[in-house]
């Protein structure tokens, strides 16, 4: 029912820029607080930033000032436009949805970002 698709994860180097985007079906998108998470190899996934349905955003301290979330409730996508990128920011890249009615989380599969030296 409720599919969160990813897309948009590369191989850059430090310093390039990418844009992940996040494709929504089988939810009230507009109504739901959206957010963009990453998980490196042998860490904790962690929250990279947010964007309620009134569009207020939240950001890790670590990402504050290079990246920065979006959503166009007509085309049901999230983006994080991802710039000054450094190698600790290689990581699988996940979106994912808190529902309003239910208070379920659901997660994309991910889309790997690999920043080179």
């Known amino acids: 029912q409720v599919q969160l698709v990813e897309s948009g994860g590369d191989l850059v180097q430090a310093g390039g820029s990418l844009r992940l985007s996040c494709a929504a079906s089988g939810m009230m998108f507009s109504i739901n607080t959206m957010g963009w998470y990453r998980q490196a190899p042998g860490k904790q996934r962690e929250l990279v930033a947010g964007i309620t349905s009134d569009g207020s955003t939240n950001y890790a301290t670590f990402v504050k000032g290079r990246f920065t979330i979006s959503r166009d409730n007509a085309k049901n996508t999230v983006s994080l436009q991802m710039n000054s990128l450094r190698p600790e920011d290689t990581a699988v890249y996940y979106c994912?949805?808190?529902?309003?009615?239910?208070?379920?989380?659901?997660w994309g599969q991910g889309t790997q970002v690999t920043v080179s030296s």
């Open positions: 994912k949805v808190q529902l309003r009615w239910s208070g379920r989380d659901y």
